[in-house]
C-alpha cells in the first residue's frame, strides 16, 4: 500500500501546481518517495495555500529545483515497482486527481495508466466511521 501526499499551489486542479509529492510504500517504511519541483510559469499560487505550507511564490517558481512533469515522472517510476497500489491519504481522490489532471497536460498518460490503480481508501471516510462508532453519529458536538 502507498500512503500518497501532495502539496500544490491551490485547490484547482486545472489551474494550480504541485510543488512537492511524498509518499511511502506502508509495508516497507524504509521505502519512500520525496521530492519537491517548480511549479509552472502558469500556474496559480494562492494566499491560502501559501499560508499551510509557510511557502513563498518565490519559492513555488525556483528555477533551480525540477519540473513538474519530471516530479511527476520520478514519483509514478518509484510508485511502478511497489507490487500493492491500494492508495491511502487524506482526501486522497483530489491527490490522485491532481496528479493525473497534470500527467494529461504532460502527455503522460499512458505511464500514469500503467501505475495508478483506482483502488484507495480515504483518511478522512475512516476517521469519519471510526468517530460515528465511538460517538454514535457524524456530527462533532
Known amino acids: 500500500m502507498i500512503v500518497l501526499d501532495i502539496e500544490s499551489s491551490g485547490i484547482s486542479t486545472g489551474d494550480c501546481g504541485i510543488w512537492q509529492i511524498g509518499a511511502i510504500e506502508l509495508e516497507n517504511p524504509k521505502n519512500y518517495f520525496l521530492e519537491e519541483a517548480r511549479i509552472d510559469s502558469g500556474d496559480v499560487v494562492t494566499e491560502s495555500a501559501l499560508m499551510?505550507?509557510?511557502?513563498?511564490?518565490?519559492?513555488?517558481?525556483?528555477p533551480k529545483k525540477q519540473s513538474q512533469k519530471?516530479?511527476?515522472?520520478?514519483?509514478?517510476?518509484?510508485a511502478s515497482k511497489i507490487k500493492e497500489k491500494m492508495y491511502i491519504g487524506q482526501n486522497i481522490g483530489w491527490d490522485i486527481n491532481f496528479i493525473q489532471n497534470k500527467c494529461i497536460k504532460y502527455g503522460i498518460m499512458d505511464l500514469f495508466r500503467k501505475v495508478q490503480s483506482q483502488?484507495?481508501?480515504d483518511l478522512h471516510t475512516l476517521a469519519q466511521e471510526k468517530y460515528?462508532?465511538?460517538?454514535?453519529?457524524?456530527?462533532?458536538?
Open 52 to 62: 499551510v505550507t509557510g511557502k513563498t511564490e518565490k519559492d513555488l517558481r525556483n
Open 70 to 78: 519530471k516530479l511527476i515522472i520520478n514519483y509514478l517510476n518509484w
Open 119 to 121: 483502488r484507495s481508501m
Open 132 to 141: 460515528n462508532n465511538i460517538k454514535g453519529n457524524y456530527c462533532i458536538d
